[in-house]
């Protein structure tokens, strides 16, 4: 069996970043990157030098609210998913955007009970997030892994 990657991306100033393993079926990697030009870099590392391995990108889509342009005015989301997209256009890997909402099934029991609450200030979280709903979402995961009863 190959190993395949899917590799999350929660893009910002700081930008959170998990790879995970089809194989091990577990997150391999997961990190938050300070700058947009480091993040990218690392993303495209991964892609220009192994982009058979790579079964898909899913990024948070960055949309712009009147929240943030007063909150948090920067470009970085849109650049760093515009260069992976572009990246991913060019070697040939599944790009996809999730809306930012969509990491709300991905609860803090969920990931707790796989393991992926990892510490820092949360941006690698949301990438894990982001993870766990493309996995529900395309049945590469048993849902048993993660399901938490609600009481």
């Known amino acids: 069996m190959s190993t395949n990657y899917i590799i999350a991306i929660d893009p910002g100033h700081t930008t959170g970043i998990v790879y995970y393993c089809t194989q091990r079926e577990n997150v391999v990697l997961n990190a938050e990157i300070e700058g947009r030009d480091r993040a990218i870099d690392m993303v495209a590392n991964t892609i220009e030098s192994q982009p ?35 990246l991913c256009a060019r070697y040939g ?14 609860t803090k029991a969920k ?21 766990l709903a493309f ?7 048993n849902p048993e892994r993660y399901y938490v009863e609600v009481a």
Not at 111 to 131: I, Y
Not at 135 to 141: E, N, P
Request: net charge neutral; charged share 25%; proline share 4%.
């Open 111 to 131: 990931l707790q009970k796989l393991g992926w609450w990892f510490p820092g200030d949360g941006h690698s979280r949301s990438a894990a997030k982001h993870l």
């Open 52 to 86: 058979q391995t790579i079964r898909a990108i899913v990024a948070e889509a960055f949309v712009f609210t009147e929240e943030t342009t007063r909150v948090s005015p920067q470009y970085d989301p849109l650049k760093i998913n515009g260069a992976v997209e572009w």
């Open 135 to 141: 996995l529900d979402d395309h049945r590469l995961m």
């Open 93 to 106: 890997v599944r790009y996809v955007e999730q809306h930012r909402d969509r990491q709300s099934f991905g």
